[in-house]
């Protein structure tokens, strides 16, 4: 098994950034994707952002413009920079990875922007 580590969440205040980092506890071979998602207090978990194993990238409708992910392949780590954040954005985020026909999931890390 895989196992995901997110670190950067935090309080921060609306317009502010935050960086997010999701590294793997092992050297992974054929990943299929490599994703952000969310949940928000009484909202269903959502898809933030994907990087697939050939580089092209998917952001919610959300976040495009403001969101950006990206991964280091030498690391076993994504990494998701949140800029000008909302306040709509407060939830606690979770990576996830997908290789070969298994997948695993990070803990979540908070990200709370007030107003």
Do not use: H
Request: aromatic share 10%; glycine share 12%; net charge positive.
């Amino acid at each position: 098994q895989v196992q995901l580590v997110e670190s950067g969440g935090g309080l921060v205040q609306a317009g502010g950034s935050l960086r997010l980092s999701c590294a793997a506890s092992r050297n992974v071979f054929s990943i299929r994707s490599m994703g952000w998602y969310r949940q928000a207090p009484g909202k269903q978990r959502e898809g933030v952002a994907l990087i697939i194993s050939g580089g092209n990238t998917n952001y919610a409708d959300s976040v495009k413009g403001r969101f950006t992910i990206s991964r280091d392949n030498a690391k076993n780590t994504v990494y998701l920079q949140m800029n000008s954040l909302k306040p709509e954005d407060t939830a606690v985020y979770y990576c996830r990875i997908t290789w070969s026909l298994f997948d695993s999931w990070g803990q979540g890390t908070q990200v709370t922007v007030s107003s």
